[in-house]
Every structure is written in C-alpha cells, then in structure tokens.
Antibody, heavy 121, light 110 residues
C-alpha cells in the first residue's frame, strides 16, 4: 500500500532554514508527480509546490517562490522541500502528497501524515 | 481569500442528503478536473472524488461529485455521524500555474 512519511519538521527562528523529506513506498516514485501542501493551525489546505515525475517541471505558490525549492531523488524514493528565509506565516503542518499521474492535469490521491514546522519570531 | 469558493459550513441530520458547492472560473474549474477531499478531525486529508465524479475504491457510493461550467458540487446522501469532517475542493488553475483549493466546508451532522 502507498505510504508517505514526512520528516524534518521542527521549530526554527524567523529567517532560518529547514529541509523536509518524504520517504515514499508502496509505489514507483519515478512514475508519479508529487506535491507539498500545508495547513496552518486551524486553517484550510494551501498548496505549496509541484514536481513532475522526472523533476523536469516545478511549480510553486507565489508566497514561497524564491524561498522554497522542491526536489526529488527517485533512486532513493524520496521527495524534498528546502525551505529558506522562513517567516512566521510559514508555520503549518506540511503534507507530502502523491499525484494520480506523472504530470500536470490530475491531482493528489494519497497524503502523508504531515510534519509540523513552527517559525518563531 | 481562496480562488475556489465554498460555503464555510453545512449541516444535516442522519439520513439526509447534503450538497457542498465549489465555485471557480474558466481558468480553473472550467478547464480542469475537480477533486474533493475529506479531512476528519486531527487527520490527513483523504481523496473522496477525482476527475469530477469518479470514486476511488473504498469510498462509499453515498458520495458523488458533479461539475457544470465553472462550478462543482459534492453530494453526500444517507448522511452518517462519521461524515462529520471538513471537505475541500481542488483543481489546477491555468492562469496561476498552480493548484488551488477551496477554503473548506465544515460539515456538521446534527
């Protein structure tokens, strides 16, 4: 069965950096696009980033462009999110999520359990 | 302010049918697939409906989705207490080159 396990969350000061990882199992990571989605405490879901199956295309929500970078290592079945210049408004649970397809057009069919990132001011 | 508009709340009694709407525009719902997710309290979201009206295996047929023009809706029939959750619609937006979510609808089973 599909499993997505996030790690790397924690407390960081404003302006700091964190790198999230997502270990994928139960499917062939190299065949699917992947996403990061976040949820601030008590708020709704906010999409953060997308990466095509081969890493060839990446898209980001405007508020993280230039600060966050999504990447993948298909040989290690792992998805990453490098987060720099963190702001208090980046505080959220970050979910790793699998797409139904290899490219743009479809959306998420499986979600990880999430990892909490807290940015202190 | 979300790109997709959902009512913040909905409610019904056990056995009733409830509908949750999701309104967008030609650049998102009007030209892309709509997905629906259910988020039970304290848990990760779960896929309910994909490609406008398709149910993944394991999702009861009490849940159904539809799309017309720039709007979509999720219907839940035979409402049960375990359906109490937050529901989100989502799709791609071609103008923004991003995925967009609705603000979420909190469903209460009275």
């Amino acid at each position: 069965q599909v499993q997505l396990v996030e790690s790397g969350g924690g407390v960081v000061q404003m302006g700091g950096s964190l790198k999230l990882s997502c270990a994928a199992s139960g499917f062939t990571l190299s065949s699917y696009a992947m996403h990061w989605v976040r949820q601030a405490p008590g708020k709704g879901l906010e999409w953060v980033a997308f990466i095509r199956f081969d890493g060839g295309y990446k898209y980001y929500t405007d508020s993280v462009k230039g600060r966050f970078a999504i990447s993948r290592d298909n040989s290690k079945n792992t998805l990453f999110l490098q987060m720099n210049s963190l702001r208090p408004e980046d505080t959220a649970v970050y979910y790793c999520a699998k797409d139904r397809a290899d490219d743009y057009g479809d959306l998420i069919d499986y979600w990880g359990q999430g990892t909490l990132v807290t940015v202190s001011s | 302010q979300s790109v997709l508009t959902q009512p913040p709340s909905a409610s019904g009694t056990p056995g009733q049918r409830v509908t949750i709407s999701c309104s967008g525009s030609s650049s998102n719902i009007g030209s892309n697939y709509v997905y629906w997710y259910q988020q039970l309290p304290g848990t990760a979201p779960k896929l309910l409906i994909y490609r406008n009206n398709q149910r993944p295996s394991g999702v009861p047929d009490r849940f159904s989705g539809s799309k017309s023009g720039t709007s979509a809706s999720l219907a839940i029939s035979g409402l049960r207490s375990e359906d109490e959750a937050d529901y989100y619609c989502a799709t791609w937006d071609d103008s923004l080159s991003s995925v967009v979510f609705g603000g979420g609808t909190k469903l209460t089973v009275l």
